[in-house]
Protein backbone atom coordinates (compact mmCIF):
# COMPACT_ATOMS: atom_id res chain seq x y z
CA UNK A 1 0.00 0.00 0.00
CA UNK A 2 1.46 3.70 -0.94
CA UNK A 3 2.50 5.55 2.04
CA UNK A 4 0.64 8.89 1.89
CA UNK A 5 -1.14 10.75 -0.82
CA UNK A 6 1.33 11.25 -4.39
CA UNK A 7 0.96 14.92 -3.42
CA UNK A 8 2.36 14.56 -0.02
CA UNK A 9 5.39 12.63 -1.18
CA UNK A 10 6.12 14.95 -4.35
CA UNK A 11 6.33 17.70 -1.90
CA UNK A 12 8.47 15.92 0.58
CA UNK A 13 11.02 15.12 -2.24
CA UNK A 14 14.92 15.43 -1.78
CA UNK A 15 16.34 17.71 -4.68
CA UNK A 16 19.84 18.47 -4.98
CA UNK A 17 20.89 22.10 -6.17
CA UNK A 18 24.43 21.88 -7.54
CA UNK A 19 24.84 25.06 -9.41
CA UNK A 20 27.46 26.27 -6.89
CA UNK A 21 29.46 23.18 -8.28
CA UNK A 22 29.80 24.92 -11.51
CA UNK A 23 31.77 27.07 -14.21
CA UNK A 24 28.53 29.15 -14.21
CA UNK A 25 29.17 30.17 -11.06
CA UNK A 26 32.51 29.67 -10.71
CA UNK A 27 34.28 30.46 -13.42
CA UNK A 28 37.75 28.48 -14.03
CA UNK A 29 37.22 26.76 -10.31
CA UNK A 30 34.13 25.06 -11.62
CA UNK A 31 33.13 22.02 -13.26
CA UNK A 32 32.34 22.93 -17.08
CA UNK A 33 30.05 21.12 -19.03
CA UNK A 34 32.22 19.58 -20.99
CA UNK A 35 33.99 18.20 -17.58
CA UNK A 36 30.09 16.84 -16.77
CA UNK A 37 29.85 15.15 -20.42
CA UNK A 38 33.63 13.49 -20.11
CA UNK A 39 31.69 11.03 -16.96
CA UNK A 40 28.68 10.78 -18.85
CA UNK A 41 29.53 7.18 -19.80
CA UNK A 42 31.59 6.64 -16.86
CA UNK A 43 28.14 7.45 -14.42
CA UNK A 44 26.38 5.15 -16.94
CA UNK A 45 28.51 2.34 -16.46
CA UNK A 46 28.47 2.80 -12.62
CA UNK A 47 24.90 3.36 -12.73
CA UNK A 48 24.45 -0.24 -14.78
CA UNK A 49 26.50 -2.04 -12.31
CA UNK A 50 24.82 -1.52 -9.53
CA UNK A 51 21.45 -1.89 -11.11
CA UNK A 52 22.54 -5.54 -12.44
CA UNK A 53 23.85 -6.07 -8.88
CA UNK A 54 21.37 -4.76 -6.89
CA UNK A 55 20.04 -7.50 -3.89
CA UNK A 56 23.20 -9.87 -4.46
CA UNK A 57 23.52 -11.10 -1.21
CA UNK A 58 27.19 -12.15 -2.31
CA UNK A 59 28.13 -9.10 -3.38
CA UNK A 60 26.75 -7.06 -0.12
CA UNK A 61 24.28 -5.50 -1.85
CA UNK A 62 21.52 -6.80 -0.16
CA UNK A 63 20.74 -3.43 1.45
CA UNK A 64 19.10 -2.20 -2.47
CA UNK A 65 16.18 -4.11 -1.65
CA UNK A 66 15.47 -3.74 2.31
CA UNK A 67 12.98 -1.11 1.23
CA UNK A 68 10.74 -4.07 -0.35
CA UNK A 69 11.50 -7.37 1.74
CA UNK A 70 10.61 -6.68 5.10
CA UNK A 71 6.74 -6.93 5.23
CA UNK A 72 6.92 -9.90 8.17
CA UNK A 73 9.90 -8.44 10.16
CA UNK A 74 8.44 -5.06 10.21
CA UNK A 75 5.47 -6.41 11.44
CA UNK A 76 7.37 -8.65 13.90
CA UNK A 77 9.53 -5.76 15.37
CA UNK A 78 6.41 -3.17 16.02
CA UNK A 79 4.97 -6.47 17.74
CA UNK A 80 8.29 -6.30 19.90
CA UNK A 81 8.64 -2.79 20.60
CA UNK A 82 5.17 -1.83 21.40
CA UNK A 83 6.16 -5.10 24.09
CA UNK A 84 9.29 -3.25 25.67
CA UNK A 85 7.32 0.21 25.78
CA UNK A 86 5.29 -1.08 27.74
CA UNK A 87 7.82 -3.57 29.67
CA UNK A 88 10.59 -1.35 29.96
CA UNK A 89 11.91 1.96 31.12
CA UNK A 90 15.43 2.13 29.15
CA UNK A 91 16.53 0.82 26.06
CA UNK A 92 20.03 0.09 25.41
CA UNK A 93 21.92 -0.52 22.39
CA UNK A 94 25.37 -2.58 22.54
CA UNK A 95 27.01 -2.11 19.26
CA UNK A 96 29.85 -0.07 17.47
CA UNK A 97 30.38 1.11 13.99
CA UNK A 98 27.24 0.40 11.47
CA UNK A 99 25.31 -1.55 14.38
CA UNK A 100 25.35 1.54 16.03
CA UNK A 101 25.82 4.71 14.42
CA UNK A 102 22.78 4.73 12.46
CA UNK A 103 20.33 4.16 15.28
CA UNK A 104 22.18 7.01 17.28
CA UNK A 105 21.16 9.24 14.20
CA UNK A 106 17.42 7.82 13.66
CA UNK A 107 17.06 8.90 17.40
CA UNK A 108 18.95 12.37 17.14
CA UNK A 109 17.11 13.41 13.89
CA UNK A 110 13.37 11.90 14.69
CA UNK A 111 12.97 12.05 18.05
CA UNK A 112 13.20 15.02 20.92
CA UNK A 113 16.34 16.56 20.78
CA UNK A 114 16.18 16.26 25.30
CA UNK A 115 14.19 12.99 24.49
CA UNK A 116 15.88 11.42 27.71
CA UNK A 117 14.85 14.10 30.06
CA UNK A 118 11.22 14.86 29.26
CA UNK A 119 8.51 13.51 32.01
CA UNK A 120 7.58 10.04 31.04
CA UNK A 121 4.29 11.11 29.67
CA UNK A 122 5.62 13.35 27.05
CA UNK A 123 8.51 10.81 25.87
CA UNK A 124 5.77 8.01 25.78
CA UNK A 125 8.38 5.36 25.27
CA UNK A 126 12.09 4.12 27.60
CA UNK A 127 15.03 6.34 28.23
CA UNK A 128 17.16 5.78 25.32
CA UNK A 129 21.16 4.90 25.20
CA UNK A 130 23.60 3.47 22.63
CA UNK A 131 26.64 2.06 23.77
CA UNK A 132 29.04 2.33 21.19
CA UNK A 133 32.76 2.36 22.76
CA UNK A 134 34.61 0.66 25.73
CA UNK A 135 35.39 3.57 27.66
CA UNK A 136 35.34 2.24 31.17
CA UNK A 137 34.08 5.60 32.20
CA UNK A 138 30.87 5.64 29.21
CA UNK A 139 30.17 2.25 30.82
CA UNK A 140 30.13 3.51 34.18
CA UNK A 141 27.63 6.20 33.42
CA UNK A 142 25.51 4.28 31.84
CA UNK A 143 25.35 1.99 34.74
CA UNK A 144 24.77 4.84 37.18
CA UNK A 145 21.63 6.28 35.15
CA UNK A 146 19.92 2.85 34.32
CA UNK A 147 18.04 0.22 36.24
CA UNK A 148 19.42 -3.35 34.97
CA UNK A 149 15.79 -4.68 36.57
CA UNK A 150 13.86 -1.87 34.16
CA UNK A 151 16.29 -2.22 31.00
CA UNK A 152 16.13 -4.09 27.73
CA UNK A 153 19.41 -4.90 26.19
CA UNK A 154 19.88 -4.78 21.91
CA UNK A 155 22.93 -6.33 21.28
CA UNK A 156 23.86 -5.69 17.64
CA UNK A 157 27.07 -7.65 16.17
CA UNK A 158 26.60 -9.24 12.78
CA UNK A 159 30.02 -11.39 13.71
CA UNK A 160 29.31 -11.82 17.63
CA UNK A 161 32.95 -11.61 17.28
CA UNK A 162 33.32 -7.62 18.01
CA UNK A 163 35.60 -7.32 20.78
CA UNK A 164 34.14 -4.10 22.15
CA UNK A 165 30.31 -5.17 21.69
CA UNK A 166 31.34 -8.68 23.17
CA UNK A 167 32.59 -6.74 26.37
CA UNK A 168 29.82 -4.53 26.57
CA UNK A 169 27.53 -7.86 26.75
CA UNK A 170 29.95 -9.68 28.96
CA UNK A 171 29.63 -6.81 31.42
CA UNK A 172 25.89 -6.39 30.91
CA UNK A 173 24.94 -10.40 31.01
CA UNK A 174 27.31 -10.38 34.35
CA UNK A 175 24.99 -7.69 35.76
CA UNK A 176 22.03 -9.50 34.96
CA UNK A 177 23.06 -13.18 36.01
CA UNK A 178 24.42 -11.63 39.57
CA UNK A 179 20.71 -9.90 39.82
CA UNK A 180 19.55 -13.31 38.75
CA UNK A 181 17.59 -11.76 35.96
CA UNK A 182 16.96 -14.12 33.14
CA UNK A 183 19.12 -12.78 30.41
CA UNK A 184 17.00 -13.61 27.40
CA UNK A 185 14.24 -11.87 28.69
CA UNK A 186 16.59 -8.40 28.93
CA UNK A 187 18.52 -8.55 25.53
CA UNK A 188 17.74 -8.92 22.40
CA UNK A 189 19.80 -10.15 19.73
CA UNK A 190 20.35 -8.43 16.17
CA UNK A 191 22.85 -10.96 14.36
CA UNK A 192 23.93 -13.08 11.65
CA UNK A 193 21.14 -15.96 10.94
CA UNK A 194 22.98 -19.12 11.36
CA UNK A 195 26.81 -18.05 11.62
CA UNK A 196 28.24 -15.59 14.60
CA UNK A 197 28.79 -16.22 18.49
CA UNK A 198 25.70 -14.92 19.48
CA UNK A 199 24.57 -17.55 17.47
CA UNK A 200 26.33 -19.57 19.94
CA UNK A 201 25.24 -18.07 23.44
CA UNK A 202 21.80 -18.53 22.17
CA UNK A 203 21.95 -22.39 21.12
CA UNK A 204 23.19 -22.74 24.88
CA UNK A 205 20.21 -21.08 26.06
CA UNK A 206 17.68 -23.76 24.28
CA UNK A 207 17.01 -20.72 21.45
CA UNK A 208 15.41 -18.53 24.20
CA UNK A 209 16.58 -15.33 23.12
CA UNK A 210 14.40 -13.24 20.54
CA UNK A 211 16.56 -12.51 17.64
CA UNK A 212 16.44 -10.44 14.68
CA UNK A 213 18.63 -11.16 11.54
CA UNK A 214 21.07 -8.68 10.09
CA UNK A 215 21.01 -10.17 6.69
CA UNK A 216 23.59 -11.88 4.89
CA UNK A 217 23.93 -9.32 2.27
CA UNK A 218 23.87 -6.06 4.03
CA UNK A 219 26.68 -4.90 5.61
CA UNK A 220 27.39 -2.79 8.97
CA UNK A 221 26.75 0.65 7.39
CA UNK A 222 24.39 -0.22 5.18
CA UNK A 223 22.07 -1.96 7.84
CA UNK A 224 20.34 1.38 8.95
CA UNK A 225 17.05 0.09 7.40
CA UNK A 226 17.43 -3.76 8.46
CA UNK A 227 16.17 -4.72 12.18
CA UNK A 228 19.54 -3.12 12.56
CA UNK A 229 18.18 0.01 12.94
CA UNK A 230 14.59 -0.34 12.51
CA UNK A 231 14.13 -2.15 16.35
CA UNK A 232 15.46 0.44 18.57
CA UNK A 233 13.21 3.24 15.97
CA UNK A 234 10.49 1.16 16.42
CA UNK A 235 10.79 1.05 20.14
CA UNK A 236 11.35 4.86 20.32
CA UNK A 237 8.19 4.90 18.33
CA UNK A 238 9.07 6.22 15.35
CA UNK A 239 7.37 5.44 11.91
CA UNK A 240 9.43 2.71 10.77
CA UNK A 241 7.34 2.02 7.93
CA UNK A 242 7.63 5.83 6.73
CA UNK A 243 11.64 4.94 7.01
CA UNK A 244 11.33 2.61 4.49
CA UNK A 245 8.73 4.05 2.54
CA UNK A 246 10.68 7.13 1.80
CA UNK A 247 13.63 5.03 0.86
CA UNK A 248 11.80 2.98 -1.74
CA UNK A 249 10.39 6.60 -3.24
CA UNK A 250 14.60 7.78 -3.71
CA UNK A 251 15.11 4.25 -4.92
CA UNK A 252 12.89 5.35 -7.83
CA UNK A 253 14.37 9.08 -8.33
CA UNK A 254 17.42 7.09 -9.10
CA UNK A 255 16.05 4.45 -11.64
CA UNK A 256 17.57 6.50 -14.59
CA UNK A 257 21.01 6.56 -15.56
CA UNK A 258 21.40 10.02 -16.41
CA UNK A 259 23.21 12.41 -13.94
CA UNK A 260 20.23 15.42 -14.62
CA UNK A 261 17.61 12.60 -13.79
CA UNK A 262 19.24 10.77 -11.39
CA UNK A 263 20.24 12.96 -7.30
CA UNK A 264 22.82 10.20 -6.26
CA UNK A 265 24.11 9.85 -9.34
CA UNK A 266 24.61 13.30 -9.98
CA UNK A 267 26.47 13.52 -6.21
CA UNK A 268 28.74 10.39 -7.41
CA UNK A 269 29.68 11.93 -10.67
CA UNK A 270 30.67 15.63 -8.56
CA UNK A 271 32.15 14.00 -6.37
CA UNK A 272 34.16 11.81 -9.12
CA UNK A 273 35.31 14.71 -10.92
CA UNK A 274 36.64 16.74 -7.21
CA UNK A 275 38.14 13.38 -6.58
CA UNK A 276 40.23 13.57 -9.77
CA UNK A 277 40.95 16.56 -9.64
CA UNK A 278 43.08 16.10 -6.16
CA UNK A 279 39.92 18.04 -3.68
CA UNK A 280 40.21 15.12 -0.86
CA UNK A 281 38.06 16.23 1.84
CA UNK A 282 34.33 15.79 1.68
CA UNK A 283 32.44 18.26 4.42
CA UNK A 284 29.01 17.67 5.07
CA UNK A 285 27.29 20.00 7.17
CA UNK A 286 23.66 19.79 7.95
CA UNK A 287 21.91 23.04 8.90
CA UNK A 288 20.06 20.96 11.24
CA UNK A 289 20.73 20.01 15.08
CA UNK A 290 18.57 16.94 14.35
CA UNK A 291 20.42 16.01 11.23
CA UNK A 292 23.70 16.54 13.27
CA UNK A 293 24.50 12.90 13.49
CA UNK A 294 23.77 12.05 9.97
CA UNK A 295 27.08 13.54 9.58
CA UNK A 296 28.77 10.89 11.67
CA UNK A 297 26.85 7.73 9.99
CA UNK A 298 28.09 9.44 6.57
CA UNK A 299 31.34 9.79 7.65
CA UNK A 300 31.84 6.05 8.58
CA UNK A 301 29.48 5.14 4.93
CA UNK A 302 32.00 7.31 3.00
CA UNK A 303 35.31 6.60 4.71
CA UNK A 304 34.99 2.98 4.98
CA UNK A 305 33.03 2.06 1.52
CA UNK A 306 35.47 4.49 -0.55
CA UNK A 307 38.94 4.28 1.30
CA UNK A 308 40.71 0.92 -0.27
CA UNK A 309 43.95 0.46 -1.43
CA UNK A 310 43.40 -1.39 -4.54
CA UNK A 311 40.64 -1.36 -7.13
CA UNK A 312 39.54 -4.38 -9.15
CA UNK A 313 42.20 -4.51 -11.26
CA UNK A 314 44.73 -5.22 -8.49
CA UNK A 315 46.20 -1.75 -9.30
CA UNK A 316 47.00 0.28 -6.09
CA UNK A 317 44.76 3.27 -5.62
CA UNK A 318 44.70 4.76 -2.43
CA UNK A 319 41.05 5.75 -3.54
CA UNK A 320 38.64 7.75 -1.31
CA UNK A 321 38.45 11.55 0.22
CA UNK A 322 38.42 12.18 3.56
CA UNK A 323 34.77 13.24 5.08
CA UNK A 324 34.71 15.90 7.25
CA UNK A 325 31.46 16.14 9.71
CA UNK A 326 30.26 20.01 10.44
CA UNK A 327 27.14 21.48 11.78
CA UNK A 328 25.20 24.57 10.73
CA UNK A 329 25.18 27.71 11.77
CA UNK A 330 27.54 26.13 14.65
CA UNK A 331 30.46 25.77 12.86
CA UNK A 332 31.00 28.83 11.07
CA UNK A 333 32.09 30.54 14.08
CA UNK A 334 34.98 27.61 13.78
CA UNK A 335 35.44 25.42 10.13
CA UNK A 336 33.76 27.83 7.87
CA UNK A 337 36.85 30.75 7.53
CA UNK A 338 39.31 27.41 6.90
CA UNK A 339 36.65 26.20 4.05
CA UNK A 340 35.84 30.09 2.67
CA UNK A 341 40.13 30.59 2.48
CA UNK A 342 42.46 27.73 3.06
CA UNK A 343 43.08 25.26 0.35
CA UNK A 344 40.74 24.80 -2.23
CA UNK A 345 41.36 20.79 -1.14
CA UNK A 346 37.30 20.45 -0.21
CA UNK A 347 34.09 20.04 -1.65
CA UNK A 348 31.05 21.05 0.90
CA UNK A 349 27.45 19.12 1.07
CA UNK A 350 24.81 21.45 2.53
CA UNK A 351 21.53 19.73 3.77
CA UNK A 352 19.19 22.43 4.40
CA UNK A 353 15.77 22.04 5.99
CA UNK A 354 12.61 23.89 4.16
CA UNK A 355 10.18 23.74 7.64
CA UNK A 356 11.64 23.12 11.01
CA UNK A 357 9.33 21.18 13.61
CA UNK A 358 8.68 24.17 15.46
CA UNK A 359 8.60 27.70 14.99
CA UNK A 360 10.42 30.27 17.33
CA UNK A 361 9.83 34.09 17.08
CA UNK A 362 12.76 36.63 17.59
CA UNK A 363 11.02 39.39 20.35
CA UNK A 364 11.67 42.80 19.35
CA UNK A 365 13.92 44.44 21.94
CA UNK A 366 17.36 46.82 21.96
CA UNK A 367 15.60 49.00 19.02
CA UNK A 368 17.99 51.26 20.07
CA UNK A 369 21.29 48.78 19.00
CA UNK A 370 20.95 48.60 15.15
CA UNK A 371 23.48 45.33 15.43
CA UNK A 372 20.80 43.52 17.58
CA UNK A 373 17.33 45.45 16.55
CA UNK A 374 17.20 44.09 13.25
CA UNK A 375 16.83 40.83 14.58
CA UNK A 376 13.39 41.40 16.31
CA UNK A 377 10.29 40.17 14.47
CA UNK A 378 12.18 37.82 12.36
CA UNK A 379 11.96 33.89 13.11
CA UNK A 380 14.53 31.45 14.04
CA UNK A 381 13.67 29.67 10.67
CA UNK A 382 14.50 32.49 9.09
CA UNK A 383 18.10 33.67 10.47
CA UNK A 384 19.30 29.57 10.30
CA UNK A 385 18.37 29.30 6.33
CA UNK A 386 19.51 32.58 6.00
CA UNK A 387 22.83 31.93 7.19
CA UNK A 388 23.14 29.07 5.25
CA UNK A 389 22.12 30.72 1.79
CA UNK A 390 24.08 33.33 2.94
CA UNK A 391 27.62 31.14 3.63
CA UNK A 392 26.58 28.43 0.46
CA UNK A 393 26.62 32.13 -1.69
CA UNK A 394 29.94 32.98 0.39
CA UNK A 395 31.67 30.09 -0.49
CA UNK A 396 30.71 30.48 -4.31
CA UNK A 397 31.62 33.83 -4.34
CA UNK A 398 35.34 33.06 -3.15
CA UNK A 399 35.43 30.03 -5.86
CA UNK A 400 34.41 27.47 -3.37
CA UNK A 401 32.66 24.17 -4.67
CA UNK A 402 29.56 23.92 -3.03
CA UNK A 403 26.20 22.03 -3.34
CA UNK A 404 22.88 21.15 -1.31
CA UNK A 405 20.43 18.65 -0.42
CA UNK A 406 17.14 20.35 0.16
CA UNK A 407 15.49 18.67 2.80
CA UNK A 408 11.37 19.67 3.00
CA UNK A 409 10.98 18.41 5.92
CA UNK A 410 12.87 16.44 8.64
CA UNK A 411 10.65 13.24 9.21
CA UNK A 412 10.46 9.64 8.85
CA UNK A 413 9.99 9.39 5.13
CA UNK A 414 12.61 11.94 4.61
CA UNK A 415 15.10 10.41 6.37
CA UNK A 416 14.76 6.98 4.44
CA UNK A 417 15.26 9.09 1.29
CA UNK A 418 18.16 10.80 2.80
CA UNK A 419 19.48 7.80 3.66
CA UNK A 420 19.41 5.57 0.66
CA UNK A 421 20.37 8.97 -1.56
CA UNK A 422 23.65 9.08 0.50
CA UNK A 423 24.15 4.85 0.39
CA UNK A 424 23.35 5.38 -3.50
CA UNK A 425 25.51 8.20 -3.96
CA UNK A 426 28.25 5.78 -1.77
CA UNK A 427 27.87 2.97 -4.69
CA UNK A 428 27.89 4.29 -7.73
CA UNK A 429 31.01 6.35 -6.30
CA UNK A 430 32.59 3.29 -5.43
CA UNK A 431 31.65 1.83 -9.07
CA UNK A 432 33.35 4.74 -10.62
CA UNK A 433 36.49 4.08 -8.60
CA UNK A 434 36.31 0.34 -9.44
CA UNK A 435 36.40 -0.54 -6.38
CA UNK A 436 34.86 -3.02 -3.75
CA UNK A 437 33.00 -0.30 -1.78
CA UNK A 438 31.08 -3.06 0.42
CA UNK A 439 34.52 -4.91 2.51
CA UNK A 440 36.92 -3.33 4.67
CA UNK A 441 39.79 -5.31 4.98
CA UNK A 442 41.91 -2.11 7.02
CA UNK A 443 39.43 -1.88 9.96
CA UNK A 444 39.28 -6.51 10.15
CA UNK A 445 43.60 -5.75 10.38
CA UNK A 446 42.88 -3.19 13.62
CA UNK A 447 40.28 -5.62 14.75
CA UNK A 448 42.88 -8.85 14.48
CA UNK A 449 45.68 -6.68 16.06
CA UNK A 450 43.49 -6.18 19.14
CA UNK A 451 42.99 -9.69 19.81
CA UNK A 452 47.01 -10.37 19.48
CA UNK A 453 47.43 -7.51 22.03
CA UNK A 454 45.24 -9.18 24.47
CA UNK A 455 46.39 -12.65 24.01
CA UNK A 456 43.68 -14.17 21.95
CA UNK A 457 44.71 -17.84 20.78
CA UNK A 458 46.19 -17.95 17.22
CA UNK A 459 47.26 -14.38 17.33
CA UNK A 460 50.97 -15.27 19.07
CA UNK A 461 53.24 -14.39 15.88
CA UNK A 462 51.22 -10.43 15.50
CA UNK A 463 51.99 -10.12 19.43
CA UNK A 464 55.48 -10.35 18.90
CA UNK A 465 55.65 -8.37 15.83
CA UNK A 466 53.55 -5.68 17.53
CA UNK A 467 55.53 -5.54 20.87
CA UNK A 468 58.46 -3.87 18.20
CA UNK A 469 62.17 -4.23 18.18
CA UNK A 470 63.85 -4.57 21.84
CA UNK A 471 66.38 -1.77 20.59
CA UNK A 472 64.04 0.54 19.50
CA UNK A 473 61.78 0.58 22.26
CA UNK A 474 63.12 3.75 23.68
CA UNK A 475 64.70 5.35 21.44
CA UNK A 476 62.07 7.11 19.51
CA UNK A 477 59.88 8.02 22.54
CA UNK A 478 60.46 11.55 24.39
O1 LIG B 1 30.36 -1.29 8.63
C1 LIG B 1 30.82 -2.29 9.14
O2 LIG B 1 30.79 -3.40 8.59
C2 LIG B 1 31.48 -2.21 10.50
O3 LIG B 1 31.49 -0.90 10.98
C3 LIG B 1 30.74 -3.11 11.49
O4 LIG B 1 29.41 -2.70 11.58
C4 LIG B 1 31.38 -3.06 12.88
O5 LIG B 1 32.74 -3.38 12.79
C5 LIG B 1 30.68 -4.01 13.83
O6 LIG B 1 30.72 -5.33 13.34
P1 LIG B 1 29.74 -6.44 13.93
O7 LIG B 1 28.36 -6.11 13.52
O8 LIG B 1 30.22 -7.74 13.34
O9 LIG B 1 29.91 -6.43 15.42
Known amino acids: MAYKTKEWRNAMRISVDYNYMTSAYLGDKGITDAELRSVKSKAEEAFDYVAQNRGKDELFMGWTE ?57 RGGPKFYVEDNVDPVRMQALLDVIVPEETCFNVISKSGATSETMTQFLIIADILEKKGLSLPEHIIFTTDESRGNLIKIDEKYGGKFKKYVLPDGVGGRFSELCPVGL ?54 MPYSDNLKLIADWYCQLWAESLGKAVDYTGKTVNAGTTP ?73 RAGRMNYTLNMPEVNAFTLGQLMFLLEMQTAYTGAMLNINTFNQPGVENGKKATFALLGKKGYEAQKKEMDGAPELQSKYIV
Open 324 to 396: VKSLGVTDQHSQVQLYIEGPYDKVITFISVGKYACEMPIAHGCEDIPDVGFLGGHTMEELIQAENKATAYALM
Open 66 to 122: LPYNQDAIVADIIATAKAVRKKFKYFVVLGIGGSALGPIMAFNALKHLHYNELPPKK
Open 231 to 284: LPAAVLGIDIKGMLAGAAYMDTLCSKPTITKNPALACAALQYITMKQGKNIHVL
